[in-house]
């Protein structure tokens, strides 16, 4: 089975995370992003994986490589430009199987795509979506069905207050590629505005998917991702520890230094003697100084925390330095 996966976009939302690390691959507790993502493909019987690239392609195949062996096989698209959502998909159709998995990139997730899959053949629908139930889908796609699972109305990014609870789209679909024969080459086209909605009474199928479900692209929402993977609310290969902690490899943590509740300690990190993080990601390669104090805080790669200082709420950049 084959998946495409959509990298394209910039992440800008988790700037300066992702100034120079694309959100694909920023890490996520012990691995890049996207692993989980192979991973959970993989466990549904994906053997290939195309991604749609566009920004920062090359650091992405260096860091994922090509795969094979037991786990799929790793190809990479690069469009010259951005080309939406579903131009991006058509871009990539030589490599495309008549039917294919589509993935948004950003998702953590362990939805039951195999139950997708099975319903797609079922109903010989031309698209079928992975839909996920949320209190308020304003910054999202709201998708209204019937009883049979047909969809009667796609509406991408409903206004806050909007409508009330609804099911989303989980950015998981089931394509045939034939619906790609109505998507216009070499020009910025939307699978949400567009295609989604022309395909309706047209054999496009929406299905109710359990499990976790979450879009990662606000620091929060990093923050909680980690949460969720550490004390094991969503199924992943990563090891779990109930107090929400994971210290990384060739760390130094002094005696007396404080970690947790909740801290990601990144490899190669350094907590000096009387410093306290909670709360917050060191991704790797950080210091954080005698009696520095870090709460709800996401440090990117060689950031130094100076000594007595009081890191809070911040996301800072790559090797930034934090005096008082
Ligand atoms: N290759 C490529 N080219 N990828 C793109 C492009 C592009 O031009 N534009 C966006 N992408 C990728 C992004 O990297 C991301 O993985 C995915 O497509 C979705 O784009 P986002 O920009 O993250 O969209 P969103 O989060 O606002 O909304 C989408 O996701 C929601 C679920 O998280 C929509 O699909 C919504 O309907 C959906 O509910
Ligand atoms: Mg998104």
Redesign the pocket.
């Known amino acids: 089975m084959q998946a495409l996966v ?4 910039k992440g800008t939302r988790l700037r300066p995370l992702t100034t120079e690390t694309p959100k694909p691959i920023l890490k996520l507790v012990d691995r890049p992003f996207l692993s989980y993502m192979i991973e959970w493909l993989a466990s549904h019987g994906v053997d290939e994986i195309v991604f ?3 920004f920062l392609p090359d650091q992405l195949e260096r860091v994922l490589g090509n795969g094979g062996g037991d786990s799929p096989a790793l190809h990479y698209v690069v ?1 010259p430009e ?4 579903a ?2 998909i058509k871009f990539a159709e030589e490599y495309l199987n008549d039917r294919f998995f589509a993935l ?4 953590l997730t362990d939805l039951d795509l195999t139950a997708l899959w099975n319903s797609h053949l079922e109903n010989g629908a031309s698209a079928s979506l992975g839909l996920y139930p949320v209190d308020d889908p304003a ?3 709201l998708v209204d069905l019937d009883e049979s699972g047909r969809v009667l109305d796609f509406h ?1 990014k409903p206004e806050p207050g909007h409508a009330g609870p609804g099911l ?4 998981t679909y089931v394509l045939e590629k034939s619906v790609l024969a109505g998507v216009a080459a070499g020009r910025q086209v939307s699978i ?1 505005r567009e295609v989604f909605p022309s395909l309706i009474g047209n054999g496009l199928r929406g299905m109710r998917l359990d499990g976790y479900w979450m ?1 990662i ?1 606000t620091p929060d929402r990093y923050l909680e991702a980690s949460w969720d993977i550490v004390e094991g609310r969503v199924r992943t290969g990563a090891e779990t520890n109930p107090e929400g902690m994971y210290i990384g490899s060739d760390c130094e943590i002094a005696t007396g230094a404080k970690v947790g509740p909740r801290a990601i300690i990144g490899n190669r990190s350094i907590l000096d003697s009387g410093s306290s993080v909670s709360n917050s990601v060191l991704i790797s390669d950080c210091e954080v100084g005698s009696g520095a104090v870090v709460i709800d805080s996401i440090l990117s790669p060689g950031v130094r925390v100076k000594g007595g200082v009081r890191v809070e709420g911040r996301v800072l950049g790559k090797n930034e330095v934090i005096d008082a």
Not at 168 to 171: E, F, K, L, Q, R
């Open positions: 959509l990298v394209g976009g749609a690239c566009g469009e951005p080309l939406g959502t131009g991006a948004n990139g950003d998702v910054g999202y796609g991408e989303i789209n989980a950015g949400e879009d692209g």
